[in-house]
């Protein structure tokens, strides 16, 4: 497939922007995880830090998900995204939490869950090839599922 074919509309430079900027909060949530716990009051700023990385974050993928839904050629199922974001969101700050009290097992889903809506997010926004329909459902069962076992793991 050719990028005239799969960007009829000439290439949305917006959504790269966001995708951009969705990298960098990912690596920087990624190096916020990998490092170790601060001692004293430095615990309340690296949770800071990490706070304000993963709204950032969201909030990026939030509004690739709306350019996708808004300039793409997503399904119209996928109003289901209005709910699945959010819950990911929370989901990943759950899953963050369980991970700084060493819970290990918890960190696939903050490495996991902002990948997939980001795929979903790209995929959405790009040129709708046949069949690509059952690969949104399965991205955002993926993001439903994993949302879920982040929340009731941390239980």
Known sequence: MTLKEL???????????LCVLAAVL??????????????????????????FTVAGLWIVLAALVIAAAVFGKMPRWTWLAIILVPLAAVA??????AVSSD???????PICLPVIVAGAGV?????????????????????????LGALLGAS
């Open 7 to 17: 960007c009829p509309n000439g290439i949305p430079f917006g959504s790269l922007l």
């Open 26 to 51: 990912y690596a920087c949530m990624l190096v916020q995880m990998a490092e170790p716990r601060a001692a004293g009051d430095a615990v309340v700023g690296q949770a800071f830090g990490v706070l």
């Open 92 to 97: 990943t700050v759950i899953a963050l939490d």
């Open 103 to 109: 819970h290990d097992a918890m960190m696939v889903f």
């Open 123 to 147: 995929q959405g926004r790009l040129q709708r090839p046949p069949g690509s329909g059952r690969s949104q459902l399965a991205l955002w069962a993926g993001v439903a599922v994993l949302s």
